[in-house]
């Protein structure tokens, strides 16, 4: 699996840089209206905008202090969670490919020292971040449904490279949340099955934080 991730990087990495179709960023009008948050489609705003959401939906996973005390855990996550701000699944992937999985079988919670939680690890477990970040995403998700032309947003796709990778990546990180629910769940006794969820992208690992039982 760590191996699969480090060739997927890679892959991802040469196709951004070689064989994306469309305009390049400097050239592309359709980039700096998105920089500037001022394009005029909203599926184009509502993606672009899910690709902020999507790496403090990762901090809330990765940063809790379950998993961040995990049995054998030697590479610290938020270093890539942070990256994953400006570079998305770019900054995940690394850490999935570096990281060992969970020797830790289901039902089988690690052992952690009983302390409070503090600052970020804080804020990732708090259940009031995972409902906040499921409105925004709702919310972005009626509006594009609502006011969006996803025609539009498809010619986007084959004319700007930039819409191109934001999309391939938004994918990336949708079924790249599969697993994290998945090794997240077995680092805290949950059923597996929860991986499933992260097959919808963004509300999936966000209600898989908020029915967690304490």
Known sequence: ???????????????ALFMAPGNSPV????????????SREPWLLTVFSWLGIFPAVY??????????????????????????????AFALLP???????SRIGIHE?????KQSKRGVSRVASHKLTHLLLLLLTLGSALYALIEGNSERFVDAFYQSSFVHIMTIDF????????????????????????????????????????????
């Open 171 to 214: 994918i990336v990180l949708t079924l790249l949340s599969t697993y994290a629910i998945y090794r997240d769940a077995r680092v805290n006794g949950r059923t597996t099955n929860w991986a499933w969820a992260g097959l919808l992208p963004l509300a999936g690992p966000l209600l898989y934080l908020l029915l967690e039982r304490k």
């Open 59 to 88: 901090a809330c996973i990765l940063l809790r202090k379950s998993v961040t005390a995990s049995k054998g855990q030697r590479i610290p996550a938020w270093p890539f969670v942070l990256f994953s701000f400006g570079l998305g």
């Open 27 to 38: 050239n592309d009008p359709i980039f700096k209206e998105l920089l500037t948050l001022q």
């Open 95 to 101: 850490y999935f490919a570096l990281v060992a999985p």
């Open 109 to 113: 919670p690690v052992p952690t020292v």
């Open 1 to 15: 699996m760590r191996y699969m991730f480090g060739l997927l990087w890679v892959a991802f990495i040469a196709y």
